[in-house]
């Protein structure tokens, strides 16, 4: 995303955010090292890993967790500590990269 | 104008009864001497219910100052104070709250900075906080001191910067003077009701969410940095309003420096805070001696009054600056490298010389001053030399 840069004037009295949720526009998954797998034959959607993600990356519904947000999620691996039933598991997110590029060329 | 009454109080009375009739919403404080007795009159009248003050009794100075900005950014209108170590370990937190552009007072009743310890008077604890942004103000005596409080916060809020108003301890606050304190209603609508969209970002105004203290990348930071630059060279003529407006309440009228007897004087000095009394009694002895001495006081420190100063030089033909703290740099005190530097903005250029005084409560005479003055005539008449543009006026040999 492309944004214009304010010239010093423009800028609100104190340096402040005007906006409420601007965070939203930081896409913070860029940094991931390591990417939470999941195994969907042992999760039971308890949903204690969206209680404790601290980046709110884990969508859910009252019955139901879905894929993680990867657009957001750093990696930081709480998720994987903390789930019950080890349906999470911290993979190098250079192995999945070049086993995607792998499966691309044949 | 306002009704007047005059009345026996120490610095510290003084600035309780301001802090009083000024009724902030937030004090969050942490006692150290000689701020200590300030806080303590004050906490009587807030257990006594004659302010709506919230008083937050904090475990440090880092975090009085960190809870003046939160509730300063909310909206409140607050005040806090300290000395000597208090304010260096406030000291991350002031930039932060200039960074922010918070209008909050600070109290500075000027201690010494440890080792050796020292709870006596100098300007060393000010002078940690010359480049944080805030505007600071120096008051001569303890009516000073009440008239600079009242001031203080108006200037604060109309410049959306913080302020410290210091004044000596001990000396100014612990030494008791008839002091003219305004009524209270004239306090009152001097410096208007507490209400939280005075300042243009109140974390209180719940429909209008912002963010204080976000990060600015290096894209941003600069920008940033050049508009407080920017507002800071405001302040100058917001002081002088503030200045005007308050003289039309209390009949004193107060302007960025204090001259005396500088119209034909050939040797000037000048000096900040309670002895400045003591300076212009030295002027008089050495006027009654046939010597032409004058004397100026910094009343406003920051934004430095350059142009003011550089004008009441212009005609001198020496200067000695009188240092309340030393600046361990090798070149001299604070206050000479900013009247040196503001000497760029005139024609004329004086041989400037600077002394070191009264450090840590180290009482000062005239004859000390008259010493100083003498000091500067040989220097600049070419009879002695130095070694250093600073001495010390008062060392045991």
């Known amino acids: ?106 | 104008m306002a009704q007047t009454k005059v009345i026996a109080l120490t610095g510290n009375q003084a600035a309780a009864e301001a802090m009083r009739q000024i009724n902030f919403d937030v004090a969050a404080v942490y006692p150290i001497s000689p701020q200590t007795e300030l806080m303590g009159f004050f906490a009587e009248y807030v257990a006594n219910g004659e302010v709506d003050t919230e008083m937050v009794a904090v475990d440090g100075e880092h975090s009085a100052m960190a809870t003046c900005i939160g509730a300063a950014a909310a909206g409140a209108r607050t005040i806090t104070a300290s000395a000597g170590p208090g304010i260096a370990y406030m000291l991350e937190n002031l930039y932060i709250a200039s960074g922010m552009r918070i209008p909050l007072v600070l109290l500075d009743v000027n201690r010494a900075l440890s080792a050796p310890l020292s709870i006596h008077c100098d300007h060393g604890d000010s002078m940690l906080t010359r480049d944080t942004g805030w505007i600071s103000i120096f008051s001569e005596n303890a009516q000073e001191a009440y008239h600079n409080i009242i001031m203080s916060v108006k200037i604060s809020e109309k410049a959306m910067f913080p302020i410290i108003v210091n004044y000596d301890g001990y000396i100014v606050s612990h030494s008791i003077e008839d002091v003219e304190i305004l009524d209270d209603e004239s306090v009152r609508d001097f410096v208007g009701p507490s209400d939280i969209n005075r300042i243009p970002y109140p974390l209180l105004n719940t429909e209008k969410p912002v963010t204080y203290g976000a990060t600015a990348q290096p894209d941003y930071y600069t920008e940033c940095k050049y508009q407080q630059h920017v507002d800071f060279l405001k302040v100058y003529d917001i002081v002088r309003e503030v200045f005007d407006e308050f003289a039309q309440i209390s009949g004193k009228r107060y302007d960025l420096i204090e001259e005396y007897k500088t119209e034909d004087a050939e040797y000037i000095g000048i000096s900040m805070g309670s002895s400045f009394g003591t300076l212009k009694d030295a002027v008089d002895r050495l006027r009654d001696q046939g010597k032409k001495v004058g004397a100026i006081k910094i009343r406003l420190y920051r934004p430095f009054p350059v142009k003011e100063v550089a004008q009441a030089l212009s005609r001198a033909k020496g200067v000695v600056v009188l240092d309340r703290a030393d600046s361990f740099d090798g070149i001299g005190g604070p206050l000479f490298k900013d009247v040196s530097t503001a000497l760029l903005a005139t024609d004329n250029n004086p041989f400037v010389h600077n002394f070191i005084y009264g450090l840590g409560g180290r009482e000062i005479h005239e004859e000390e001053f008259m010493r100083a003055f003498d000091r500067l005539e040989r220097l600049e008449k070419g009879i002695e030399t130095r070694e250093n543009f600073v001495e010390y006026l008062q060392v045991r040999e």
Request: with cysteine; net charge negative.
């Open chain 1, 1 to 106: 995303m492309s944004y214009q840069l304010k010239p010093w004037h423009e800028i609100p009295i104190g340096s402040i955010v005007p906006e409420a949720g601007s965070s939203k526009l930081n896409h913070t998954g860029s940094w991931r090292m390591l990417r939470p797998v999941l195994n969907y034959d042992k999760c039971t959607h308890c949903l204690i890993c969206w209680i404790f993600c601290p980046d709110d990356s884990i969508p859910v519904s009252p019955q139901e967790r879905f894929e993680t947000d990867f657009e957001y999620c750093k990696g930081c691996g709480i998720c994987a500590v903390e789930c019950p039933y080890d349906a999470l598991e911290m993979v190098p997110e250079m192995e999945i990269k070049l086993k995607e590029l792998e499966e691309e060329i044949g």
